[in-house]
């Protein structure tokens, strides 16, 4: 059974700081997505990240894939109340059916 | 455009009666679906996906069964429901790309 933990589960903190999110796993994985899921709705697609080492940016998000592509990070600039939500990792072994291991998320909250 | 509904949005029924919760896709063919249990706003435990109409995978047991008796309809069900059977219930769908969740049903097992 693979495993994706997430940490830290929870964070508060005020508009404009920065923040990093960490998906780590001792499993491999073909590719690696973060989803942000806002309360009473399902979890949003936001990036997908398939190379060892690749990085996206999206506005004030970073996204990081780790080398051994076992691990990756968010990282948010200049956070901003929208950003309030709960952000899972979810990694997709190819040679398990195709099927997502979802992190236990980060609940985010970004305070005025 | 593809999109997927869920329904009801939220439901509370009393332990030992019958379960229904229904999703459908549309916009797409043959897609893979699947029914996601979420426990107080943490991550996402797999319950049943679909590769196809009538082929069902569980993937832990417990007191629920999935049908897809069309192509793009996927039935999350129980005969008697468990107070343990309360959470949030998510159907996604993908077709060799990322999942695209509808918007849940909160269930209230009393």
């Known amino acids: 059974t693979q495993l994706l933990e997430q940490s830290p589960q929870f964070l508060s903190i005020q508009e404009g700081e920065n923040l990093t999110v960490y998906c780590n796993s001792s499993?491999?994985?073909?590719?690696l997505q973060w989803y942000r899921q806002e309360p009473g709705e399902g979890p949003v697609l936001l990036v997908t990240?398939?190379?060892?080492?690749e990085v996206k940016k999206l506005k004030r998000l970073t996204f990081q894939f780790g080398d051994a592509r076992k691990d990756s990070s968010l990282h948010i600039t200049a956070a901003q109340p929208g950003d309030t939500g709960l952000y899972l990792c979810?990694?997709?072994?190819?040679?398990?059916?195709?099927?997502?291991?979802f992190g236990g998320g980060t609940r985010l909250m970004v305070k005025p | 455009s593809q999109t997927i509904h869920q329904w009801p949005a939220t439901l509370v029924q009393p332990v030992g009666s019958p379960l229904s919760l229904e999703c459908t896709v549309e916009?797409?063919?043959?897609?893979?679906l699947y029914w996601y249990r979420q426990a107080a706003g943490r991550g996402l435990q797999l319950l049943f996906y679909?590769?196809?109409?009538?082929?069902i995978s569980s993937e832990v047991p417990q007191n629920l069964s999935a049908s897809r008796p069309q192509d793009r309809q996927f039935i999350l069900s129980s005969k008697k429901l468990l107070l343990s059977d309360s959470g949030f219930y998510l159907c996604?769908?993908?077709?060799?790309?990322?999942?695209?969740f509808g918007n849940g049903t909160r269930l209230t097992v009393t």
């Open positions: 979810a990694g997709l072994t190819s040679n398990a059916g195709n099927m997502l291991t």
């Open positions: 996604a769908w993908s077709v060799e790309g990322p999942l695209h």
């Open positions: 679909s590769v196809g109409i009538g082929q």
């Open positions: 916009g797409t063919s043959n897609p893979n």
């Open positions: 990240v398939v190379t060892g080492g």
């Open positions: 499993s491999v994985f073909s590719s």
